[in-house]
């Protein structure tokens, strides 16, 4: 599976009232994965606009495994799992000290034109060439 991360840190509007990162800010994290994963592929966010395409999100799966803190160093992981009909990509936020998992995660995401606003069953050819080429130079 190709991989990429991001460094990221728990900040204080990350928190809810009992000093944790609340649950509904967690997407934040896993963009950031999903943003290093994309710009690996050479298919981020700018790529996606020209070529007239959007990803929404369709499906999230997340599990919480520990609290993460203030302060807290984070090393989020995205892997690309399936990218031909639809993106789905799995997640990992590590403590960015101890190596410890936090939280795993997974998004699906379709293409849409950003025109039209019409799905599309299968990956627009700048997604797959990308992946293609990073899968086959291992990066």
């Known amino acids: 599976m190709l991989w990429a991360e991001a460094a990221a840190r728990a900040e204080f509007y990350d928190l809810d009232p009992m000093q944790v990162v609340w649950h509904g800010n967690y ?3 896993l963009e950031l994965g999903r943003n290093a994963l994309l710009d690996k592929l050479g298919y981020g966010y700018d790529e996606m606009t020209a070529g007239g395409w959007a990803f929404p999100v369709v499906e999230m799966r997340l599990k919480y495994l520990k609290t993460i803190k ?5 090393r989020v992981r995205a892997g690309l799992v399936e990218w031909e009909n ?3 990509v799995d997640y990992e936020i590590l403590d960015q000290a101890s190596g410890a998992l936090l939280t795993k995660a997974r998004t699906t995401q379709v293409a849409v034109s950003a025109k039209t606003g019409e799905l599309s069953f299968v990956s627009p050819p700048e997604l797959l060439e990308g992946a ?3 899968l086959a130079e291992g990066a």
């Open 132 to 134: 293609r080429r990073a």
């Open 70 to 74: 203030l302060g807290q160093g984070l």
């Open 86 to 88: 639809r993106l789905v």
């Open 27 to 29: 997407p934040r994290f």
